[in-house]
T-cell receptor, first 118, second 117 residues
């Protein structure tokens, strides 16, 4: 079974600053996917960024980037030039390889509540 | 991206009654859907995997007789909370992968807030 750990229950940062959210995971799988999801007050889950474990290059999506350290089983999210709209719960999530359909279930961390201060 | 619609957004029911929550894939076929439960200020916990045309697979500790799942078509899965009690009050979220696109993104419904009084 997989576990995902987010050790920062809450964080806050001034608008326009950079913030890094931590995530570690444990798995015996060799192929898998890692995600960061954002859950704003509306509670709609929104995909922020995705990383394939077999790729060494860290994923980036505009202001969002990850630092993926496979050996250390670490997957942190960096938000640059933070904006008020970034205020939300952020969940790190793990998905095993989708070689078998029906296996696309996600294991979530406990979340980090991020507040961007004007 | 693909759209998953969940209905209702919120529901209040009396203890002992049953409540049905629908999860629809609007622009793609979902042979598999996942049902999660989220308690206040907590993470999402997978309850069950819903498979079109076959029985759902429940996670350990989830009562299959209380949380009935039906996936009768390629675009609709339903979760029925039977004989609901206050401890069933929670936020329920469904998700589905779009396998035609063969990517790994899970598309989530808007969630349903269930309050049992």
């Amino acid at each position: 079974a997989q576990t995902v750990t987010q050790s920062q229950p809450e964080m806050s940062v001034q608008e326009a600053e950079t913030v890094t959210l931590s995530c570690t995971y444990d798995t015996s799988e060799s192929n898998y996917y890692l995600f960061w999801y954002k859950q704003p007050p509306s509670r709609q889950m929104i995909l922020v960024i995705r990383q394939e474990a077999y790729k060494q290059q860290n994923a980036t999506e505009n202001r969002f980037s990850v630092n993926f350290q496979k050996a250390a089983k670490s997957f942190s999210l960096k938000i640059s030039d933070s904006q008020l709209g970034d205020t939300a719960m952020y969940f790190c999530a793990f998905m095993p390889s989708i070689s078998n359909f029906g296996n696309e279930k996600l294991t979530f961390g406990t979340g980090t509540r991020l507040t961007i201060i004007p | 991206g693909a759209v998953v619609s969940q209905h209702p957004s919120w529901v209040i029911c009396k203890s002992g009654t049953s409540v049905k929550i629908e999860c629809r894939s609007l622009d793609f076929q979902a042979t598999t859907m996942f049902w999660y439960r989220q308690f206040p200020k907590q993470s999402l916990m997978l309850m069950a995997t819903s498979n079109e045309g076959s029985k759902a697979t429940y996670e350990q500790g989830v009562e299959k007789d209380k949380f009935l799942i039906n996936h009768a078509s390629l675009t609709l899965s339903t979760l029925t909370v039977t004989s609901a009690h206050p401890e069933d009050s929670s936020f329920y979220i469904c998700s589905a992968p779009d396998r035609v696109q063969m990517n790994t993104e899970a598309f989530f419904g808007q969630g349903t807030r269930l309050t049992v009084v």
